[in-house]
C-alpha cells in the first residue's frame, strides 16, 4: 500500500511541509536558479546529481499523487538538498579516493551549511531548510547530522532522503561506476532500516513502474 492522499492513508501532519502561497513560486524557484547557479561554478558534479535527484524526487511525488501545493517545498528542497557543498572545497569534493576522517566531517557538515544557506536568504519558509538538514537522516538513527529516529524526521526529508540515495548509486561519479538498476534495488534492500518502510514500500513500486 501507498501513502498517497487519494489512498486514505493517515499522515501525520507535520510530517508534511506547509503549503507554500502559489503567488511565492515564482520568487523562489528564481533565488533557487541563482543558488544553482553558483553551484555549477563551483562543482558541476554537484550540480548534475542535484538535477538527477530532483528529477527522481519530482517522479516519486507524482506517484504517491501528493497534492501540488505541498509536493512544491519538497521539490524546492530537493533541488536545494546539497546546496551546502558550496561550503565544501571542491578539490575534497572531487577526491576521487582516500577521504580522511576529516574531509569526511567536511563532506559531512554540508546539511547544516545547506540549512544556513537557505535560512540567511530569508525567502524559504522554515520546513524547506529544514528538509535540506536533515536529508542525510537514517529512521533507524544512522544518518546524520542529528542522528534523528523515525517519525521526528520530516516527511519531505524521507521523500528526498531514498531519492537521493537512489539516484546517486545510478550515477557515474569519479568515486564509483553507476550500479545497474538490480544493483540499485539490492543496495537499498541492504539499507532498508534507513527508510520509513511506507516510503520504502512505495519507492520499489515507484521503480517497478518507472524503470522497471
Ligand atoms: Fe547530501
Ligand atoms: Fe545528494
Known amino acids: ?20 502561497p502559489a503567488d511565492k513560486y515564482p520568487l523562489l524557484l528564481e533565488e533557487t536558479e541563482r543558488l544553482l547557479k553558483k553551484l555549477e561554478e563551483h562543482d558541476l558534479p554537484s550540480l548534475i546529481h542535484t538535477q538527477d535527484v530532483a528529477k ?9 499523487r501528493l497534492p501540488r501545493e505541498t509536493s512544491m517545498p519538497i521539490i524546492l528542497a530537493a533541488l536545494l538538498h546539497d546546496i551546502g557543498k558550496l561550503r565544501v572545497a571542491s578539490g575534497i569534493l572531487q577526491k576521487p579516493h582516500g577521504i580522511d576522517a576529516i574531509e569526511q566531517i567536511l563532506i559531512q557538515v554540508h546539511s547544516n ?9 530569508g525567502l524559504f519558509p522554515p520546513e524547506v531548510a529544514e ?11 544512522s544518518g546524520y547530522p542529528g542522528q534523528l529516529t523515525g517519525s521526528s524526521i520530516t516527511r519531505g526529508a524521507q521523500i528526498i532522503g531514498i531519492c537521493d ?4 548509486l545510478r550515477e557515474d561519479r569519479v568515486t564509483q561506476k553507476a550500479r545497474t538498476l ?3 534495488k539490492e543496495y537499498l534492500a541492504k539499507n532498508k532500516a534507513w527508510f520509513a518502510p511506507d516510503i520504502y514500500e512505495s519507492f520499489l513500486q515507484y521503480v517497478a513502474e518507472n524503470y522497471g
Open 56 to 64: 527522481v524526487t519530482k517522479e516519486f511525488i507524482r506517484f504517491l
Open 165 to 168: 540515495v537512489f539516484a546517486m
Open 182 to 184: 538490480a544493483e540499485a
Open 1 to 20: 500500500m501507498g501513502i498517497g492522499y487519494n489512498e486514505g492513508n493517515h499522515i501525520p501532519w507535520r510530517w508534511l511541509p506547509v503549503p507554500v
Open 131 to 141: 528538509m535540506v538538514e536533515q536529508h542525510h537522516e537514517h529512521y533507524d538513527g
Open 113 to 121: 551549511h545547506g540549512a544556513s544557506i537557505i535560512q540567511e536568504g
